[in-house]
């Protein structure tokens, strides 16, 4: 009996570990293909590959980010191969059977739970004697009946095979990710989370969890992401891991799940001394800092000990970190929810994610939903649309924040400049990313898309209009972050050019002549001009642009703030202070670059 075993992934970059893990466990005893597509790709293409292999039986892995394209594919397979029996699976489809069974009619089983175990014992039965009331785990059709079979009891994990070892996957392993699982369920009970029905959690055999690491680094994997919700749970095992894959690495990269508050100051002092920088990856839920909010939720979170942990994963400057939040919580209106934004910016991950609240089938949270007056909708992926304490209005102007958070902050392409900004010249990063959030959709700038300039001049318009102090020095901190967010010698700028060829010929000139002046080992390259005009740009900054880095400003900030002064009073004094000084700016591309990113280096003018 030939069996397809498929899903819609996000991406193509994406592989699925769920269909994996299935075809591991029952590929001795039926012919099991697996087929990966993307929800992007059309409905018909998919549906033509797969009427092509010519299956039995097809089943598709559910989420709630491909679920309803899925269905798409499943109403045609079903109308041009009426005779093949559709199984679906996965955390989608495992809670509020009945419902699904009862809306999709072409349907014919669904697995519901973990299915390695599940749906090789349906399988057998649909080859054999088709008694499908002894599949523990399933839902199936009895005439116009819908009948739920018992759970069946949580695996073995020791017994489970290694869905790691397919030699298809092998050509393939460099450019896509890598999903891995070294236990499964989670020890918390947050109640907006699927991950908090499973009580408990079990481990895989940690030697064979290794071997199989070692396979894939071997086979050429670059990126392996661990599902484990919770890595850190258990400190030795945290330990002996991270200990392997920084002794094993050969260049790939790993990115854990990990719960802050409870990383043990030894692993973290292991990790500060011991991790190759870039190696590792931490996504970190704090979702928010609002203690009525994680009580009611049942998230229990020590912030300071999570602020004590990201910090030091910061300082070491071996780890990137990238942060969860979620708007809409119960209890989260949207002034606690600024605070709980800018409590989590102050840490300065490397990303900040703002997720809005899903209310996800089987959750506490779907549940009781009626207590919190929420909204929401009626399909995936389920978000929130308001609740007692957020009304749509705020949801809409969130997402409005959202949108520049993700464009400008996430993409690190101006990092010098926002951190002046909410520095200097707004009460809050919450605040920045608000108003130029709204200020964006004003001008009508989401229905429409943008190239790298764009990003830049919007920002600068919007600064422009709101009349935005010391422009001189922003406007100077975007030229440095455009000439740094290009591997080669930008062709074109964003700013109006006011040098002529003249001024342009005596700046390199004065640049070579200045040699020693310049900061870092500027003198010691030997560039000439020629070098310079063909692999460097050149611009003369109007502040003294070491101090603006050296974040002395800052601290005069803080000082005012406390005294009740402004953003604005703050930067008027960093007028007062360096508007003699002058900067001038050399950035190298290319040659000078070993890591293929380009460098700049400053020396002082008069003013």
Not at 259 to 284: K, N, Q
């Amino acid at each position: 009996m030939k069996v397809i075993l498929s899903t819609l992934n996000a991406k193509y970059i994406h592989t699925s570990l769920a269909i994996r893990c299935l075809k591991a466990y029952s590929e001795h005893d039926f012919d099991i293909e697996l087929a990966e597509y993307t929800i992007k790709d059309p409905v018909m293409n998919i549906v033509s590959d797969l009427f092509q292999r010519r299956p039995a039986v097809v089943g598709f892995s559910c989420y709630i980010w491909n679920i309803e394209e899925t269905i798409k594919v499943i109403d045609i397979l079903k109308k041009v191969m009426p005779e093949v029996t559709i199984v679906l699976g996965g955390p989608e489809v495992s809670y509020d059977t009945g419902y699904w069974m009862e809306r999709l009619v072409n349907v014919d089983f669904i697995v519901m739970g973990e299915g390695e175990e599940t749906l090789h014992h349906l399988l057998k039965t649909i080859e054999g004697d088709q008694k499908y009331h002894f599949v523990y785990g399933i839902a199936y059709r009895k005439g116009s009946e819908t009948v739920i079979n018992p759970p069946r009891p949580k695996a073995e994990l020791k017994d489970l095979p290694s869905p790691h070892r397919f030699q298809e996957d092998i050509p393939h392993l460099a450019n896509r990710v890598v999903y891995f699982e070294t236990s499964r369920g989670c020890p918390f009970n947050c109640q907006f989370c699927l991950s908090s029905i499973e009580v408990g959690v079990r481990y895989y055999d940690i030697e064979r969890t290794k071997a199989d690491i070692l396979y894939l680094i071997d086979q050429g994997a670059k990126l392996i992401k661990f599902v484990d919700r919770t890595f850190n749970i258990k400190r030795d095992y945290a330990l002996d891991m991270f200990a392997f894959l920084i002794e094993n690495h050969q260049g790939c990269v790993f990115q854990f799940e990990i719960t802050a508050d409870i990383m043990r100051p030894e692993v973290l002092d292991y990790l500060a001394e011991h991790a190759p920088p870039g190696i590792f990856r931490f996504e970190i839920g704090v979702q928010s800092t609002n203690d009525p909010t994680n009580e009611l939720v049942k998230r229990r979170q020590n912030f300071s000990k999570l602020t004590r942990t990201v910090t030091k994963i910061k300082e070491s400057g071996k780890i990137d970190q990238h942060l969860d939040l979620i708007a809409g919580l119960p209890l989260e209106d949207y002034d606690t929810f600024r605070k709980t934004f800018n409590d989590v910016f102050a840490l300065g991950p490397e990303e900040l994610q703002l997720g809005f609240l899903k209310m996800l089938r089987g959750t506490g949270l779907r549940i009781d939903a009626a207590k919190y007056n929420y909204t929401y909708m009626d399909h995936a992926p389920y978000e929130m649309l308001s609740s007692d304490v957020m009304p749509f209005t705020d949801i809409v102007r969130l997402k409005r924040l959202e949108d520049v958070l993700e464009k400008y902050w996430n993409a690190h392409r101006m990092d010098h400049t926002l951190n002046y900004l909410m520095s200097h010249s707004f009460p809050s990063p919450f605040d920045f990313f608000q108003a130029f959030g709204d200020y964006w959709e004003g001008q009508g700038w989401q229905k429409i898309g943008h190239q790298l300039e764009d990003l830049f001049t919007r920002l600068n318009a919007f600064l422009l209009e709101r009349g935005t102090p010391q422009m001189d020095v922003i406007q100077g901190l975007m030229k440095l972050d455009y000439f740094l967010g290009h591997k080669y010698k930008p062709r074109k700028i964003w700013w109006d050019f006011t040098q002529n060829k003249d001024e342009w010929t005596a700046l390199v000139k004065k640049a070579v002549e200045r040699a020693q002046d310049f900061t870092g080992d500027f003198a010691q390259l030997g560039i000439g001009e020629r070098e310079l005009q063909k692999h460097a740009m050149i611009e003369v900054l109007p502040f003294d642009l070491e101090e603006v880095l050296a974040k002395r400003s800052l601290a005069e900030a803080e000082v005012l703030g406390a005294a009740g002064g402004s953003g604005n009073a703050a930067s008027a004094a960093f007028s007062r202070d360096h508007s003699s000084q002058a900067t001038l700016l050399v950035v190298l591309y290319q040659q000078h670059t070993p890591d293929g990113k380009p460098r700049y280096f400053t020396a002082k003018l008069e003013g």
